[in-house]
């Protein structure tokens, strides 16, 4: 690692650890309150047990979300307090810049993640599992990791901007999907050719299988089939 | 390679009321260069040009034989640099922030730093954010000098620093600069601190430069000429005159004139006015009256 990653390592770690404290206890206090709520009430059968948990687990892909996104905000807050000059006037080229700061972001977000599967794994290992039933703490963490990473990913490419650019390209995203919303439907009228099929293929091979955030879309039980 | 900055025909527009226009500049290596001109002016838009921080619309920057921003990296690597607002993360130490400085240096001298830190009474386990403006000019200073620049481009460097700390400040960067042959761009609308110290001086209005020149040659050769009946014009005349005013206590005329040189008195006695004396301008004087006869060019 050379002393540029340590450096952009330690300013991010800086940066975020009072925001990583709360998130930490949650990623460990969840998975545990989840499996005792689930087994509190009362829910005797293996199906019981499963419903109960289904309702309550949809609480998971929240945390990733905002794990993620909190992590990206952190990663350029500091730079965005002072208008980015320090990291312009850096004598390395700025994609370089961009790319150790996602590094280091991503090398931050292992610790929600480990924080997650100790909790799901202290959870599971001192839960009573109904017969039929396994306990999946290992594949619960590289869940949370994939759907937290994806959050990430987006939010700092938005944040990387200034606050001006950001509003640019979301009022932008928006234009277009109110668009879209509104102009297909009358292209379609007044061409009469089929515009709606390709628009939602895209966007289910975006919400779908292999689309990434199918992530978010599966299952987040911690004791499954 | 004889020059630490060319910019050649350099343009830029910030919305409808700012632009740089045709902007050329040329410091020597090894000069100390004082970028004057008003508040407004455009000194900051161009040192950001300078060091690649905003986007020209024409033009050509090279700092250090390195195109910018084509070679931005290698410019930036032995360009020390003082903002004008302090853009150090606040939330860091003084140590801290002379590490992360360090890591992307490569020259950086961690013993001159110390001897830095310890010269400017900085506190290592302060906070940036929590030091005083005078304490917050010395650390940029400090980071600026002790990653061993071949240039230093300082933008407003004492502004509002009290005279203590602005001593400090200058005595380290002269000290640096006998020392390492450094070149000094140094911007700044504090005219009677850079007549002390620059060698060159370029001045910037309204977003154009109106003079460039050896400070010398730019004081040597603007004066002061008080004359009893002087001629009604001085279209003819082999220097050019920046301003007159009449002078009713004194009944004489006070011309501010360029270009002057003694065997010019014979264009007077010619002219049949009386020249009573001829009076050297300071560095705040001269700004004033090029920064006045620009505007009358101007309007």
Redesign the interface.
């Known amino acids: 690692m050379t002393?540029?990653m340590?450096?952009v390592l330690?300013?991010q770690w800086?940066?975020s650890r009072w925001l990583l404290v709360p998130l930490v206890l949650l990623c460990v206090a969840l998975p545990q309150g989840v499996v005792r709520l689930t087994t509190s009430f009362g829910a005797q059968s293996a199906g019981e047990l499963l419903s109960a948990m289904q309702q309550l687990s949809a609480v998971f892909p929240y945390l990733a979300a905002i794990t993620g996104a909190a992590v990206a905000l952190a990663a350029w807050n500091?730079d965005h307090?002072?208008n980015h000059?320090?990291a312009?006037?850096?004598?390395?080229?700025r994609a370089r810049y961009a790319f150790l700061k996602l590094w280091a972001g991503a090398v931050i977000l292992l610790i929600p993640a480990l924080a997650i599967w100790i909790g799901a794994w202290i959870a599971t290992s001192t839960a009573v599992v109904p017969d039929g039933l396994r306990t999946y703490p290992f594949a619960f963490g590289a869940r949370f990791l994939l759907a937290a990473a994806l959050v990430y990913g987006t939010m700092f490419a938005l944040a990387a901007g200034t606050i001006r650019t950001t509003l640019i390209i979301s009022i932008g995203l928006v234009t277009i999907i109110i668009g879209a919303a509104l102009g297909l439907p009358f292209l379609e009228r007044q061409f009469e050719i089929d515009l709606m099929t390709p628009l939602y293929t895209a966007l289910e091979a975006i919400g779908r299988l292999p689309g990434p955030s199918q992530v978010f879309g599966g299952s987040w039980l911690l004791i499954d089939v | 390679m004889s020059n630490a900055i060319e910019v050649r025909g350099l343009q830029y527009r910030a919305g409808r009321s700012f632009s740089l226009r045709d902007v050329s500049l040329t410091v020597p290596r090894g000069s100390i260069y004082g970028f004057l001109g008003p508040n407004g002016a455009g000194k900051t838009t161009t040192v950001r040009l300078l060091?690649?921080?905003a986007r020209r619309e024409a033009g050509t920057v090279s700092v250090l034989g390195h195109e910018v921003p084509g070679e931005?990296?290698?410019a930036?690597?032995a360009t020390g640099?003082v903002?004008e607002?302090?853009?150090?993360?606040?939330?860091?130490r003084v140590d801290?922030a002379m590490?992360?400085h360090?890591?992307?240096?490569r020259r950086w001298d961690a013993d001159w730093a110390g001897r830095l830190q310890r010269m400017f009474e900085l506190p290592g386990d302060r906070r940036v954010g929590r030091l005083s403006k005078g304490e917050t000019g010395k650390l940029m200073m400090l980071l600026a000098l002790a990653q061993r620049p071949g240039l230093l481009i300082l933008d407003e460097p004492t502004d509002g620093l009290d005279p203590m700390v602005r001593r400090d400040v200058l005595t380290a960067l002269l000290d640096y600069v006998s020392e390492a042959g450094a070149t000094v761009f140094i911007s700044s609308h504090l005219v009677h601190e850079l007549e002390r110290m620059c060698d060159w001086v370029g001045v910037l209005d309204h977003g154009r430069m109106i003079a460039e020149m050896p400070i010398e040659v730019l004081k040597g050769g603007i004066k002061r000429i008080r004359l009893a009946a002087p001629p009604t014009n001085g279209h003819h005349a082999p220097f050019e005159v920046l301003s007159r005013a009449h002078d009713p206590l004194a009944s004489c005329e006070s011309w501010v004139v360029r270009g002057w040189s003694d065997p010019m008195m014979s264009y007077f006695d010619t002219a049949g006015a009386t020249v009573r004396d001829v009076v050297d301008l300071d560095l705040e004087e001269v700004f004033v009256e090029l920064l006045r006869s620009g505007r009358e060019v101007k309007a």
Request: net charge positive.
């Open positions: 002393r540029e340590t450096q330690r300013l800086l940066a500091w307090r002072i000059v320090y312009l006037t850096l004598p390395i080229p | 060091l690649g921080m931005l990296p290698q930036l690597a640099y903002p607002r302090p853009h150090i993360y606040p939330s860091l801290e590490r992360c360090a890591a992307f240096h």
